[in-house]
């Protein structure tokens, strides 16, 4: 089942933080997080497994609440170049294959 | 450097033909994976194969067909069944698919019906 991903789309203005939360209706083993500028490949952010651990990516982190079967990303302070479409993919097990949620659009401007 | 490459970077189609899109990697991944992109949509898993001569269905895999004859490559053909086929393809490769390993992408190629 396809996870959730809140808000559909976002506007910022630089230096300003956003969250981006992504939610599934089954239990979760992990959630991985991506972006993807217009026309380009995806690029790998981070993954996190149950456990309700949090993960930094500079000024790019996300937890996971395994009982909430939700993970939110949070962007700190944000950059121009953090524009993009901003996709959260889960997995029920170790061996069900990664499910993408529909994405988040988030355009930081001057 | 290590990386995926696909092509074409974009791909017409005719009615009633096959088309087959190339993705290779030198990665020295075991699993690879087939993805179709439509606005709105999010990335949708068409086919993955985590061995050499092995590959499974994802959740949208009529009209495609798939082949992986060696590691490295693992290309997708379009079919004449495929009745909507216009749509941006992502290939994308992984360690052991179980260990929880990051995907890496290609640049995609984009198809449109001529």
């Known amino acids: 089942q396809q996870p959730v991903q809140s808000p559909q789309a976002v506007i910022l203005r630089e230096g300003e933080d956003a969250v981006i939360n992504c939610s599934s209706s089954?239990?979760?083993?992990?959630v991985h997080w991506y972006r993807q500028k217009h026309g380009e490949a995806p690029v790998f952010l981070m993954i996190?497994?149950?456990?309700?651990e949090q993960k930094g990516h500079d000024k790019i982190s996300a937890s996971f609440n395994e009982k909430k079967q939700q993970s939110s990303l949070y962007l700190t302070a944000s950059q121009l170049s953090y524009s993009g479409t901003y996709f959260c993919g889960t997995r029920g097990t170790s061996y069900d294959k990664v499910i993408f949620g529909p994405g988040t659009s988030l355009s930081v401007i001057p | 450097d290590g990386g995926i490459t696909q092509s074409p970077k974009y791909l017409f189609r005719k009615e009633g033909q096959n088309v087959t899109l190339s993705c290779e990697q030198n990665l020295n991944h075991d699993a690879m994976y087939w993805y179709r992109q439509d606005p709105g949509q999010g990335l949708r898993l068409i086919y993955y194969?985590?061995?050499?001569?092995?590959?499974q269905k994802g959740d949208i895999a009529e009209g495609y067909s798939v082949s992986r004859e060696k590691k490295e490559s693992f290309p997708l053909t379009v079919t004449s069944a495929q009745k909507n086929p216009t749509a941006f393809y992502l290939c994308?490769?992984?360690?052991?698919?179980?260990?929880?390993?990051?995907?890496?992408f290609g640049d995609g190629t984009r198809l449109s019906i001529l």
């Open positions: 089954k239990a979760l083993y992990s």
């Open positions: 194969s985590q061995i050499v001569n092995d590959f």
């Open positions: 994308a490769s992984s360690l052991l698919d179980r260990a929880n390993q990051p995907q890496h």
């Open positions: 996190l497994l149950k456990g309700g």
